[in-house]
């Protein structure tokens, strides 16, 4: 079991940046590839980022390209996500996931979710 984490959510302005964290209690992650993943009002949980288990390879949602930047920290405890250039639109639920498997693009392929992050942009 692993149990996730989420902080550095806020209200920003429009253009700002914001760095969000994920810590696995007890545990290190590095045997977990990790999502971000957002949920606005009224919309479905989307697909944000995700890193590989060795850092080595990230992808992200067309949205967020160039914007936001996933990373792992050496001892593998941390993850973040590294949100600038923030938009109204990107207001919303942040989650962070965690996964042994591939998928990285697909919710179901993560078995363990944080509580959570609210992140609010204002215009």
């Known amino acids: 079991q692993v149990q996730l984490v989420e902080s550095g959510g806020g209200l920003v302005q429009a253009g700002d940046s914001l760095r969000l964290s994920c810590a696995a209690s007890?545990?290190?992650?590095?045997?977990?590839?990790m999502g971000w993943f957002r949920q606005a009002p009224g919309k479905d949980r989307e697909f944000v980022g995700a890193?590989?288990?060795?850092?080595?390879?990230?992808y992200y949602a067309d949205s967020v390209q160039g914007r936001f930047t996933i990373s792992r920290d050496n001892a593998k405890t941390t993850v973040y996500l590294q949100m600038s250039s923030l938009k109204p639109e990107d207001t919303a639920v942040y989650y962070c996931a965690a996964s042994n498997g591939g998928g990285f693009r697909a919710a179901q392929a993560y078995p363990y979710w944080g509580q959570g992050t609210q992140v609010t942009v204002s215009s």
């Open positions: 890193i590989s288990r060795s850092g080595g390879d990230t």
């Open positions: 007890g545990r290190t992650l590095g045997g977990y590839a």
